[in-house]
Structure formats: C-alpha cells, structure tokens
C-alpha cells in the first residue's frame, strides 16, 4: 500500500480531546499510528452521535493529502440511450424500447450535442447509458471514435461495468476483449456507477437482473490490468442496512488493495421520485455526511472522494468538503438519472459557479483532468 | 491568536466582538462547529431537540415599507393586495387546532388601514379559541405607535391586554443603521426595534430575536448584531431565542445570491458561541431545506422551528420547503436527538396536547 503523508498535523491533540464519542476518539488514534480501520470502525462511524468528530477526523485525512483544495472538472455527462433491460427497482431513468420517450442517440447525434455542449474547455465526457437489447459492439467503438474526433484533450470516462457485462455477452466475447477494443477506440476511464450495495439481499430485491457484485469488481479489475483508471460507487439510504454499506465499502478497499485502478469513490444518496421506493423518504443530510466520512476513513487506497453536487444539492455539496471529500466532479452540463428520480438541483453549473461554491466554503478550486492531474 | 480564543470559548468564557470576529474569519467549519456544539450543551446538556407546530398568519400583504429583499409585499392597489377578514382567520385558527397546534405567528405588513383597536379585537379573537398568539415584529409596533400617537410601551401593553402571548423577532435584518438605510429605510430603526423588545421585556413578554444576513452587511456587522442582542439580553433576559437566517433573493429589488451552506453553519455556529446568554438557537429549514436544516442541530442550533402549517414570507421569493411533524420528528432523531414538541415560551407540550397560555 502506498504511504500516505501523517495526518498528526492535521487532528492536533486539542481537536482530538474534544471528540465526544470514544469511539471516534479511539478511530482518530489508530490513523494517527498509521493502522487501517476495520468493519466495527466502520459501524462506529455510522452510529456515532458526534457528527463534528467524525467529520474532523475525515477532514484530516483529506487535508493531509490536498490541504485546502477541491477538486472539479470541466465536463458533460452524456447517456446515448435510456433503453434498458435491467429495469431496477431504484431507477427512473430506464425505459422500454418501444415507450415513447425511449431514445437513443446514433453516433453522430452525440457528437453533434458534444459539438454544441456549453461547457468552455471540455475536458471529459462522461458517458453511460442503459442495457440496450439490440446495440451491437461496432456501435459503442464508434460512438467512442466520434466523441473523441479532433480533440485530443478530450477524454471519455465511459460505460459502468453493468453496460460492458451487457455488451460483452451480446458481442459473445470477453469482458476483458471487450474492454482492450474500447480502449482502442477511445476509451480512458470508466465511471463507478452499477456498483449499487454489494449485497445480494438487496439485489435479489431491487435489481436482481444486474451483475453481481464478484463480477462488478471482476470487470473493474480487468479494466485496472489494461490501465484503464476506474471510479467506484454505493447507491445508499434505501433498503440496505448499515452492515451491508461498511461491507461494501470493505469489499473496494480489498478489490484495490490488489488491482488500485480505483481513482475515486462518489456515495450516492438514494433518490426516490419516480421510482418504485417512491415511498421511501431518502437519506438525511447526516446520514450523508457520515456516509463520506466514514468512506475517506474506510477508503484509505482510494486517492479521491467525491461529493456528488448533483444529488447532494450544493448547500450539502460544500459542506461534504469539509467532512472528507475532495471533488465534486464538474460542470456536468446535462444530468439525467437523478433528475429523472427528482433531483432538485439544476442539470449543470458553470465553472465560475462552481469556484464560486467551492471559494464560499473556505477552499482552494482546482480545475482537474480525468486522471486528477491538474490543469 | 486563534488558538487562545477557540480556548476562551471552550471554557465558555464570554468572547468579545474582536475575538468573535477573528474566530468567525479564521477558524475551520468544523472548530466553529465543536465549539457551538460545546456551548448548545452548555446551555441545554439534555440530547434534546425541540420544535413546535404552529400556523403563520399573515394578517396582510399590503406594506408601505418596501424593503429591497422582500418578495411578499403588495402596494394597497395590486390587484393581490389583502387584509385577512374575520372568517379567514376563523378558519385557519379551527384548521390549526384540528392539526395540534397551539399557536399562531401572526404577522403581516405596514397597513395604514388598519388600527389598533381592528389589531386589539383580532388578537382577543384568537385568543378566545384557546391559541397563543406569538404577533407583530417590532416594526408593525413602531408603526402602530406612530400611527396611533401613543408610546411603544402603552402600545404593546394594549395588546398584551388584548391577549399577546409573545413577540417574534423579524424585522431585526441587521441592527446596524448603514445596513438597514440600504435595505429597509423606512422600517423601524436599530433603536426603535431595542426598544420595543425592551418594552415587551419589562411588560413580562418573550420574544425571540433574528439575523437576515448575507446581503450588504460585513462580518464585523454581523458580529455587531449580535453583541446588540448580547446586551440587550444582559438588561432584560426577555429573548428565548435567536434566529439567524440567510438573505433568500428572489422576486425583490436586492437581487444577489444567497449565502451556502457553510456560510449557513459558520453564521450559526459564531451565533451559538457568541450569544452566550440566549437560551435557544433555532435551525432554518425553512431556508435550508431538510438537509442542512438538520445538520444545523451539530452546529449549535437545538430548536427546528415549527412544521409552520402555513408559509408564505419565504414562499414568495420563490423557496419552497415543506415539512410535516413526522418529518420533522425524524430528522431530529436520526440526528441523534430526542425530538420534543414545545410551546412558543419552550415548555414541553405534554401528551401532544396542551391548553394554550
């Protein structure tokens, strides 16, 4: 594992005798001797009373690596098609092929709306879609080739693992094949998202059609022997307990200890509108806190955290950066999937909103590129 | 400088506006955060936190104030221009009893129209159902006292006979007079809103006290607020709470953006540690929304307001949260509090059903 700098600087012994809980306390201790954390550390965070402790402890973590900085890219999530055989219980953005507001964009049209994307500078598109029946494999290789065209700045973060399992089967290859021929036709990163909670209690319930967890992390494995830098997920706050989130995110950290082709890890709260939860109310703005605390905590090989602003609202979103996170991904430009599930923040931001909200809440904006080198 | 001064307040030492301000600048979201939440202990230890279920009436929309943020006032001759007649008010009242509530906030615009005695027989009238009516910010006072040609003193006291339960604190904005020339020029000054908490006070009324922030004022007018209603609080012990919420632009002449998150919990957080003699600070869901209005209760607030069964200051320019009790009830207890239903004066309302004061 590599080393990270000490975080002694950063939780000096009059914050650390001021936490509440002990057993925050007893955490803080530990990653000042350089220990990992364990599950029970994990359910601690969780169950903690003492919110501020937990966020001081992950906010040292984060500042021992970036300091002040926050992290943001300029880019524009684009998904070529809603179609989708999965049909999750947690999703409002999937559609039957025949609906009438199916689409799916041909390889052009996505160029010609990345062409006209308002986002200055465009670093990154970020690109998923749906389980589509009838696409065949040529489609996403030249769907990457016109998205990457001319503009060699211009990097994709393409396909969840679920999309690649999907079109893999269908083309009757590989998971690994597959993903070496998108590489070749442009494909640079690979986002997080499928990932959902590895628990089969809740597939088996919400979205039992989906990969598996062994084989989420299979794929993503692959993708890290082939250099492809991947993100990481938990859509969390529906029906999975706090055991089952601590696992899951014990599961990334082994998964990384062995292939660390993950880049960065997004919690993403559950957003119920327009699903089959409808009922459900969501997680709280604690429960979301925590859930980042405790993943900086747990994630100790994972360079990056994120607070997602698109579910989290930017009130949230600035607030997360001072309880762990470090990135709060980009301009976006056109979000989709949590709008569809009633996201109530606008479906992009531009730059100059974004260092604004990032300079609001006492931080340092750095403009980043899909690998996180600054620009 | 800021190690000592995170010290001094720890030990719950009262801060000077020099040393709230340095605070406010320098330290983290997090220190001011621990301290506020050291100081909300201090004067609550109990995990408790309170809300109460209560119905805004606004009595009338029309205002000859015309203040740069607000959104809500109407001039007499717009076509949405209102004074609430008695049967609309009977309605609300019957509606909030059905839903538990014990009180009313009743508040409303600058209205030459009406007088003292229309105020006095609407105060008696809900009053007489059995609600505690918790009415007219300072400025309605002001306003009354000049239109009437009385005293602010035999103006409140008139209405207190009239069957005023409490005093809410709008109208504070900042209590700085540049601040309230730029914003609010025709409202009630920094002296006139001292004075009439000053009255209600010494007439044996409580009243809460509020921020709007985040519009023209600076930190050190912030924090000159606040040390207004330090002092004020060392001479009376009237306020049972304080408020501070960020300026919400919106369909006014101020424009400008309102203030993050973090601004939200910094603002909060100096309050609690700042205000060491107020015994409640309040969260602002209604401007926050669910998830930093809960998160709030970590940064030094122990109150979530009301459910507010009726809304419409904040409506009007354009901010929507709603909450129901229930709603409410979780949000404190996944915060890890108790959630505790009280009255405007902060008693527990027992078995979720109390005769009104």
Redesign the interface.
């Known amino acids: 594992m590599k080393t990270h700098p000490s975080i002694t600087p950063f939780l000096p012994d ?2 650390l005798s ?1 936490i ?1 809980d002990p057993a925050v306390q007893a955490m803080g201790e530990k990653l000042l001797k350089g220990e990992r954390l364990e599950p029970n550390d994990g359910l601690a965070c969780f169950n903690t ?1 003492d ?3 937990l ?2 402890i992950a ?1 040292a973590v984060k500042q021992s690596r970036y300091g002040d900085k926050a992290f943001f890219i300029s880019n524009h999530h684009l998904n070529y098609t809603n179609v989708c055989e999965n049909k999750c219980g947690f999703c409002a953005f999937h559609r039957d092929p025949h609906s009438e507001d199916a689409y799916t964009f041909s390889p052009s049209e996505a160029a010609e709306l990345i062409a006209r994307s308002p986002v200055a500078d465009l670093r990154e598109i970020h690109l998923v879609g749906g389980c589509h029946p009838d696409l065949g494999l040529d489609y996403y290789t030249d769907l990457l080739k016109a998205l990457t065209g001319e503009k060699s700045a211009l990097k994709l973060k393409a396909f969840t693992a679920v999309e690649i399992d999907h079109m893999a089967s269908k083309a009757g290859i590989s998971s690994l094949d597959c993903l070496k021929r998108l590489k070749e036709a442009g494909l640079s990163a690979m986002p997080g998202g499928g990932a959902e909670v590895f628990s089969k209690r809740v597939r088996d319930a919400l979205f039992p059609n989906k990969i598996n967890a062994d084989r989420w992390l299979e794929i993503h494995g692959e993708a890290h022997s082939l250099g492809i830098g991947t993100n990481a997920t938990l859509l969390f706050g529906h029906m999975e307990t706090l055991e089952e989130r601590v696992k899951h995110l014990f599961r990334l950290r082994e998964q990384q200890d062995l292939t660390k082709g993950f880049r960065a890890f997004i919690a993403l709260p559950f957003h119920p509108e327009n699903t089959p939860l409808a009922h459900l ?1 969501g997680p ?6 925590k859930t980042i605390a405790t993943a900086r905590l747990i994630l100790d090989n994972f360079a990056h955290i994120k607070a997602y602003w698109v579910m ?8 997360a950066l ?1 309880f762990g996170a470090d990135d709060l991904e980009g301009t976006i430009a056109k979000e989709r999937i949590a709008h569809q599930a009633g996201a109530a923040t606008a479906p992009g931001l531009t730059r100059k909103r974004l260092v604004e ?1 990032i300079e ?3 931080l340092v904006p750095e403009q980043r590129d899909t690998f996180h080198q600054p620009i | 400088m800021l ?1 000592e001064i ?2 001094t307040a ?1 030990r719950g030492r009262r801060l000077d506006p020099d040393q709230a301000l340095h605070l406010y600048e320098k330290a ?4 001011l ?2 301290l506020a ?2 100081a909300r202990f201090r004067h609550n230890p109990h ?1 408790v936190a309170t809300y109460a279920v209560d119905r805004n009436i606004n009595y009338t929309d029309i205002c000859v104030s015309g203040c740069a943020f607000c959104a809500f006032y109407k001039e007499k001759e717009a076509p949405e221009a209102y004074v609430m007649d008695r049967e609309t008010l009977n309605a609300k009242c019957d509606e909030t009893l059905s839903l538990g509530g014990t009180q009313i906030l009743y508040q409303g615009g600058l209205n030459p129209d009406l007088d003292l005695f229309w105020h006095e027989q609407q105060v008696a009238f809900m009053k007489n159902k059995g609600l505690h009516v918790h009415g007219y910010s300072p400025p309605e006072i002001v306003f009354m006292a000049r239109k009437e040609g009385l005293s602010i003193h035999d103006v409140i006291q008139r209405l207190k006979e009239a069957g005023l339960g409490s005093i809410p604190g709008g109208g504070a904005e900042i209590l700085v007079d540049r601040v309230r020339q730029k914003i609010s020029p025709n409202k009630a000054s920094t002296s006139q809103w001292l004075e009439v908490m000053r009255n209600a006070h010494l007439l044996g009324l409580k009243t809460t006290a509020t921020m709007m922030f985040g519009h023209v004022e600076t930190l050190e007018e912030r924090i000159r607020h606040l040390l207004t209603i330090r002092e004020l609080q060392d001479e009376t012990g009237g306020f049972t709470a304080f408020i501070p919420w960020p300026y919400q632009p919106g369909k006014n002449t101020l424009s400008g953006r309102a ?7 910094r603002t909060l957080a100096i309050s609690r540690i700042f205000l060491d003699n107020v015994p409640h600070v309040q969260a602002s869901w209604v401007t ?8 709030a ?3 030094g607030a122990d109150d979530m307001g009301s459910t507010m069964i009726e809304e419409n200051v904040v409506a009007s320019a354009g901010i929507k949260n709603r909450m129901n009790r229930n ?1 409410i009830i ?2 404190i207890e ?3 509090f108790k959630a505790v239903w009280r009255d405007t004066l902060y008693k527990p309302v027992e078995n979720g059903v109390k005769a009104a004061q």
Do not use: C
């Not at chain 1, 709280?284 to 806190?289: E, K, R, Y």
């Open positions: 009059n914050v001021r509440a009373q919110l501020i402790g966020g001081q906010s109310p709280t703005g604690v429960d979301i806190l989290l609202g930017l009130k949230l979103t600035q607030t001072h909200m609001e809440a006492g | 190690k995170i010290e720890s983290d979201l997090l220190s955060g621990r939440q050291t995990p203030a993050g998150g973090t601004t939200y919990l926050q929304g669910h998830h930093i209005g809960q998160i209760l970590h940064f709603e979780r949000l996944t915060a890890g």
